[in-house]
Structures are given as C-alpha cells and as structure tokens.
C-alpha cells in the first residue's frame, strides 16, 4: 500500500492508498482539496507538504516528503491575489430645522466598506474640518467585503458658514493591510 497524508488542516486527500506501484510507474490518482480562508488570503498564499509512506518487498517502509520535483522536497507554494482597498462614503445630516442655521449641527456619518479581499486594520477617518469632532475612529479591523458607519462627526455651523452659503468638505480613509503597507 502506498499512503498519502497531509498534516494540513482542511485537506481532503482522495485516491489513498494505492495497492501497489511498480518499479518506475507513477500515478495521478491521488488529490488533495483544500478551501481557502481568509488567513490564507491575507498571507499571500498557501505553502504545504505531504508525505508517502510505502513498503518494499521485505516490508521496510519507504517515504518521501512531497516536491517540486523528484529530486527535491520543496513545499508546494500556491499564490494568491491580494487586494487590499477600501471605500469611504460620507453623509450629512443637519439637526434643528435642518436648514443650516447658525448653531446648528451637522452630523457626518463616514461609511467605510473594505472593497478587497484582505483583512485592514488600523482604519482611521480624518477630516481636516477646523472644528470637526469625530468618533468611533480608529476602527481596529475589517474583513473583506465588510461595511461599518460606526464612526460618525459632528460640526456646529458658524457665521462664515452662512455667509458662505454651505459647508463643503472632504474625508480620508487610510488602512494597513495584512503586510503593514
């Protein structure tokens, strides 16, 4: 019998064992099904080994840990995509009559949505608004496809600001992605 195992955890392997094998045949008819995680996702790939166990004719056991080749034991290295991005959408809301007098206040919610396909951390909304207090900032992760308006900002509207007829401004959203960047 020829034995083909994986420590790796989530691996199936089907086709093992086989009966026997000649003298220089191969065979194909072993395989191995693994289902990404994140984690595999957020570090770049997916590196594993595996190991068959045999006996000879005399019933001493032969292995040999998997390769890239015959001749080598080099892991088995399968890359994968990393995207790492993220989307910031804010919104205004104008408390009192909503009309943007003097004193009144508006209230920002900052949307933040992970638009890759890694885990970011450290997410953190600044708003360069003199006068502008945020909350809810920094966020400390968000998975892949996640949504979070926890953080909101609150501005009370000045004479400049009437006199201007608005307030218009914008927001940053910056993140790390698995590898620090």
Same mark, same amino acid.
């Given at each position: 019998?020829?034995?083909?195992?994986?420590?790796?955890?989530?691996?199936?392997?089907?086709?093992?064992?086989?009966?026997?094998? %000649?003298?220089?045949?191969?065979?194909?008819?072993?395989?191995?099904?693994?289902?990404?995680?994140?984690?595999?996702?957020?570090?770049?790939?997916?590196?594993?080994?595996?190991?068959?166990?045999?006996?000879?004719?005399?019933?001493?056991?032969?292995?040999?840990?998997?390769?890239?080749?015959?001749?080598?034991?080099?892991?088995?290295?399968?890359?994968?995509?990393?995207?790492?991005?993220?989307?910031?959408?804010?919104?205004?809301?104008?408390?009192?009559?909503?009309?943007?007098?003097?004193?009144?206040?508006?209230?920002?919610?900052?949307?933040?949505?992970?638009?890759?396909?890694?885990?970011?951390?450290?997410?953190?909304?600044?708003?360069?608004?003199?006068?502008?207090?945020?909350?809810?900032?920094?966020?400390?992760?968000? %998975?892949?496809?996640?949504?979070?308006?926890?953080?909101?900002?609150?501005?009370?509207?000045?004479?400049?600001?009437?006199?201007?007829?608005?307030?218009?401004?914008?927001?940053?959203?910056?993140?790390?992605?698995?590898?620090?960047?």
């Amino acid at each position: 019998n020829v034995v083909v195992t994986d420590p790796m955890v989530g691996l199936t392997i089907t086709g093992s064992p086989i009966a026997s094998l %000649a003298s220089g045949a191969s065979s194909s008819v072993v395989t191995g099904t693994y289902t990404i995680t994140q984690a595999d996702v957020d570090a770049g790939g997916v590196t594993n080994s595996a190991l068959a166990t045999a006996q000879d004719p005399n019933g001493v056991s032969v292995t040999d840990t998997s390769g890239t080749a015959n001749d080598n034991d080099t892991p088995t290295v399968t890359t994968l995509a990393r995207t790492s991005a993220i989307a910031l959408v804010k919104t205004a809301t104008i408390s009192g009559t909503g009309n943007g007098l003097l004193g009144e206040v508006i209230t920002y919610t900052f949307k933040l949505t992970n638009t890759g396909n890694t885990t970011l951390t450290n997410v953190v909304v600044t708003d360069p608004m003199v006068g502008l207090t945020i909350t809810g900032s920094p966020i400390a992760s968000s %998975a892949s496809g996640a949504s979070s308006s926890v953080v909101t900002g609150t501005y009370t509207i000045t004479q400049a600001d009437v006199d201007a007829g608005g307030v218009t401004n914008s927001a940053l959203a910056t993140a790390q992605d698995p590898t620090g960047v």
